[in-house]
């Protein structure tokens, strides 16, 4: 029963500005370990950024100062700000939902993606 949906995705000029979101439903949403993945053609999907339950964050190194994870427990929604986006940024982005480690069940959740290009 648990959903992920992605939005926000589309073409962008290098030096500008993209906000995707997460809508997530069937879950108790302020519990989980939330994340964005992304991944390029031929590339392997790579951690962007995360954040905890208790809103602690962490970003690859490429997106540091650029991009900024968010998420909103009223809403049950995650975002990524995504600022002087680079061409290099171009892929699939994936939200990514983790039970804690307390939790009795652990489970793992995926979104089917939305697509960011970044170029002139």
């Known amino acids: 029963q648990v959903q992920l949906v992605e939005s926000g995705g589309g073409l962008v000029q290098p030096g500008g500005s993209l906000r995707l979101s997460c809508a997530a439903s069937g879950m108790l949403f302020s519990i989980y370990a939330m994340g964005w993945y992304r991944q390029a053609p031929g590339k392997q999907r790579e951690l962007v950024a995360a954040?905890?339950?208790?809103?602690?964050?962490t970003y690859v190194d490429s997106v540091k100062g650029r991009f900024t994870i968010s998420k909103d427990n009223a809403k049950n929604t995650m975002y990524l700000q995504m600022d002087s986006l680079r061409p290099e940024d171009t892929a699939v982005y994936y939200c990514?939902?983790?039970?804690?480690?307390?939790?009795?069940?652990?489970?793992?959740?995926w979104g089917q993606g939305t697509q960011v290009t970044v170029s002139s």
């Open positions: 954040i905890t339950s208790g809103e602690s964050t």
């Open positions: 990514n939902a983790r039970t804690p480690n307390w939790y009795p069940r652990q489970f793992e959740y």
